[in-house]
C-alpha cells in the first residue's frame, strides 16, 4: 500500500513539473532567452583586446588592472640600447578568466616598439597586417568544412593610448587612426592623466575631439539608447560619450586610505585612486568595455568583417578574371576555358560534394544492376 502510494506521489510531482501554471493561453517561448543564457554561460565568451600607443605611456599596468590579473608575468623590459633596434612586433597573451561562473577568454594584443623610432612611417603596416591576417584566417575557417570549433581572434576593440604630454595629436596619431579607423573599433585613451590638472584634462580633451572630427577620424560610436531603456542607463551612456576619449591611469598597489584599501598611486602630496571618478576615467573606461562588449563584437562582425570580407571577395574574382584572360592571350586562343564566371570557395565545395554524391549514385546504380543479374 505504502509502495503503491509512493508511485502515485512521483508520478504527480513528474506531471506537475510539465504543467502549465501559467494563463491558459501561455505557450512558453517567453523562457527562450534563458536559454540562449543558459547556452551562453557553458559555452564562454571570447574577446580579443589590441592597446596600441609609445612605450612608457602605461599600457600593461592599465590593462592588467582592468581584468585584475598578470598578463605579462615574465616580460623583460629592454634597455635604451636595445630600443634604438627594436621594430614593431605584436606579442597576444590569452587568459582565461572566470567570474561567478561566467568564463572569459580573453586575448590582449600588444604592440612593444611602436612609435619609439626616430622614423615611424612603418610603425603601423606590421599592425595593419596582423589585423587582415586575422580576418584572414576567420574568412578561410569559415569557408572550410569544419565550422564547428573556429576560434576568433580577430581585433574586437584597440584602445590607443595618446601622451598627456602634448597639445594634442601628433601626426603619429592621426596617420595611425586614419589608417585603422576602417578595420577596427577605435577607443582614444590618454594616458597617465594622474600628471594633469582637471582643467588641463577637459582642454586635452576638447582638443584631442576636435582633431578627430577635422581630419574626418571614425572612433567606436557608444551606440544610442532605446526609448524603453530605464533613465539610470541612458544617464551612464551619456556620461561615457562625454567621458571619450578617456583620460585613465593605472595601478595594481594596494594602498590604505582612511581604513579602506583601494588601487592607487602614492603620491607626496596624496593619493591618485585609480577606481574614483573623481580622480580619472577608469572606472568609466571599464564599465564601457564590460557593458558594451556585445556591441564590440557585433559592430566587429557586421562592419569591418564584412568589408573585408566583400573586398577580399572583390579582389580574388577579379584576379582570377585576369589570369583567365592572360593564359588566352599566351596560347593564343588554343586552350578553351570552360569558365565563364569565377566560383568562390563555397561554390567549389557544393561542386566537389554533387560530384561525390553523383559517384555514389553511380556506384549503387551498378551494384543494384549486378545483383539483378545474379538474379
Known amino acids: 500500500m505504502c509502495m503503491h502510494m509512493y508511485t502515485l506521489f512521483a508520478m504527480s510531482m513528474a506531471l506537475s513539473a510539465f504543467s502549465s501554471i501559467e494563463t491558459p493561453g501561455y505557450v512558453g517561448f517567453a523562457n527562450l532567452p534563458n536559454q540562449v543564457h543558459r547556452k551562453s554561460v557553458k559555452k564562454g565568451f571570447e574577446f580579443t583586446l589590441m592597446v596600441v600607443g609609445e612605450s612608457g605611456l602605461g599600457k600593461s599596468t592599465l590593462v592588467n588592472s582592468l581584468f585584475l590579473t598578470d598578463l605579462y608575468p615574465e616580460r623583460i623590459i629592454p634597455d635604451a640600447i636595445e630600443k634604438q633596434k627594436q621594430t614593431v612586433k605584436l606579442e597576444a597573451s590569452t587568459v582565461e578568466i572566470e567570474e561567478r561562473g561566467v568564463k572569459l577568454r580573453l586575448t590582449v594584443v600588444d604592440t612593444p616598439g611602436f612609435g619609439d623610432a626616430i622614423d615611424n612611417s612603418n610603425s603601423f603596416s606590421a599592425i595593419l597586417e596582423y589585423i587582415d591576417e586575422q580576418y584572414e584566417r576567420f574568412l578561410q575557417d569559415e569557408s572550410g568544412l569544419n565550422r564547428r570549433n573556429i576560434v576568433d581572434n580577430r581585433i574586437h576593440c584597440c584602445f590607443y593610448f595618446i601622451s598627456p604630454f602634448g597639445h594634442g595629436l601628433k601626426p603619429l596619431d592621426v596617420e595611425f587612426m586614419k589608417k585603422l579607423h576602417s578595420k577596427v573599433n577605435i577607443v582614444p585613451v590618454i594616458a597617465k592623466a594622474d600628471c594633469l590638472t582637471k582643467k588641463e584634462i577637459l582642454r586635452l580633451k576638447c582638443r584631442i575631439m576636435q ?27 551619456k556620461q561615457l560619450k562625454e567621458a571619450v576619449p578617456f583620460a585613465v591611469c593605472g595601478a595594481n598597489t594596494l594602498l590604505e586610505v582612511k581604513g579602506k584599501k ?114
Not at 224 to 231: A, G, M, W
Not at 293 to 317: C, F, P, W
Open 262 to 375: 583601494v588601487r592607487g598611486r602614492l603620491y607626496p602630496w596624496g593619493v591618485v585612486e585609480v577606481e574614483n571618478p573623481d580622480h580619472c576615467d577608469f572606472i568609466k573606461l571599464r564599465t564601457m568595455l564590460i557593458t558594451h562588449m556585445q556591441d564590440l563584437q557585433e559592430v566587429t562582425q557586421e562592419v569591418h568583417y564584412e568589408n573585408y570580407r566583400s573586398d577580399r571577395l572583390a579582389k580574388g574574382i577579379k584576379g582570377k578574371e585576369n589570369g583567365i584572360k592572360s593564359e588566352r592571350g599566351d596560347n593564343n586562343g588554343t586552350a578553351q576555358v570552360g569558365v565563364n564566371s569565377v566560383l568562390n570557395e563555397k561554390d567549389r565545395i557544393l561542386q566537389e560534394k554533387e560530384a561525390e554524391l553523383r559517384r555514389m549514385q553511380e556506384m549503387l546504380a551498378q551494384m543494384q544492376a549486378r545483383m539483378q543479374a545474379q538474379k
Open 211 to 237: 582633431e578627430i572630427e577635422s581630419h574626418g577620424i571614425k572612433i567606436y560610436p557608444l551606440p544610442d539608447c532605446d526609448s524603453d531603456e530605464d533613465e539610470d542607463y541612458k544617464e551612464q551612456v
